[in-house]
């Protein structure tokens, strides 16, 4: 089977949050996900996928890490305890 990132090289590992085969070049060994996923993983925690980015500090985060503030901002945890912010 062939990476599913890049297509050309063989598949040897599987990304443990998208479920992608793909290729050692494409696979992040220390967070044992695919490239894509490491791009995409929570700033603060690094657990999860990210879902927006924080107003104030920019970083992006998961679901646990972010407080949705109106409909489409979001403030990280960090910045809602340094800022005094309620939520």
Not at 47 to 64: H, M, N, S, T, V
Request: include cysteine.
């Amino acid at each position: 089977m062939k990476c599913e990132i890049c297509g050309e090289r063989e598949a040897v590992y599987t990304c443990r949050l998208c479920g992608r085969r793909v290729c050692g070049d494409d696979y992040d060994s220390v967070k044992g996900v695919c490239k894509v996923c490491s791009e995409a993983m929570c700033e603060i925690c690094g657990r999860q996928l990210a879902i927006g980015y924080c107003k104030y500090c920019g970083r992006i985060g998961c679901e646990d890490c972010l407080i949705q503030v109106s409909t489409v901002e979001y403030v990280c945890k960090d910045c809602a305890f340094k800022y005094r912010l309620k939520h």
